[in-house]
């Protein structure tokens, strides 16, 4: 069986754990972080895995040709809906899809919830100054404007810090 995305650039790759994964199963993987950071570095080099200094709001629709799909890890909370948008828009003018994984996106009921304690949120300056949520409804629409299908899935895991961990998977309409 071929698989779909054979060239995959992560963004917000972190420690570079999903894209050395995904290399070992024989996908051509790039990793990005948007500052210099020496930790993956030290952890690929050897490896022949490819990393990159990326500013997600600067990437080219040419640096996205180059890609199959853009996987971009737990950093959507960062993003205000109109740089969101700016994006999906620059990834719809390529063959890209898009993946985004977080914990800050949810149905309407967290949605609900995490306004409700607002609040408090607002007292912690790196949720306020970085913490944009958004509902799969939103995603769904945004992925509608440029012509993507948004498939929405969640989970909620033990391992991971019993967060719900939540996707998007915008796929291309033909």
């Known amino acids: 069986m071929?698989?779909?995305?054979?060239?995959?650039l992560e963004i917000g790759s972190g420690n570079g754990y999903i894209g050395y994964f995904l290399y070992l199963f024989g996908i051509n993987v790039t990793l990005s972080e948007p500052f210099k950071v020496k930790w993956p570095l030290e952890k690929i080099k050897n490896l022949g895995i490819?990393?990159?200094?990326?500013n997600f709001l600067n990437l080219k629709?040419?640096?996205?040709?180059?890609?199959?799909?853009?996987?971009?890890?737990?950093?959507d909370y960062i993003f205000n809906s109109s740089q969101v948008k700016n994006f999906i828009k620059k990834c719809s003018k390529t063959n890209a899809d898009?993946?985004?994984?977080?914990?800050?996106?949810?149905?309407?009921?967290?949605?609900?919830k995490s306004k409700f304690c607002?609040?408090?949120?607002?007292?912690?300056?790196?949720i306020r100054v970085n913490g944009f949520k958004r509902?799969?409804?939103?995603?769904?629409?945004?992925?509608?404007?440029?012509?993507y299908k948004?498939?929405?899935?969640?989970?909620?895991?033990?391992?991971?810090?019993?967060q719900n961990w939540c996707w998007i998977h915008f796929i291309k309409n033909n």
């Open 135 to 147: 509902t799969f409804g939103r995603y769904r629409a945004i992925g509608k404007l440029y012509n």
């Open 98 to 112: 898009i993946i985004y994984i977080g914990t800050s996106i949810m149905g309407p009921i967290n949605f609900l």
């Open 118 to 126: 607002e609040k408090r949120n607002n007292s912690n300056k790196f």
């Open 50 to 54: 490819k990393y990159k200094h990326i």
């Open 61 to 75: 629709i040419k640096e996205i040709h180059d890609y199959d799909l853009i996987l971009i890890t737990h950093v």
């Open 150 to 162: 948004a498939i929405c899935n969640t989970f909620k895991s033990e391992i991971l810090q019993k």
């Open 2 to 8: 071929k698989n779909k995305y054979s060239n995959i």
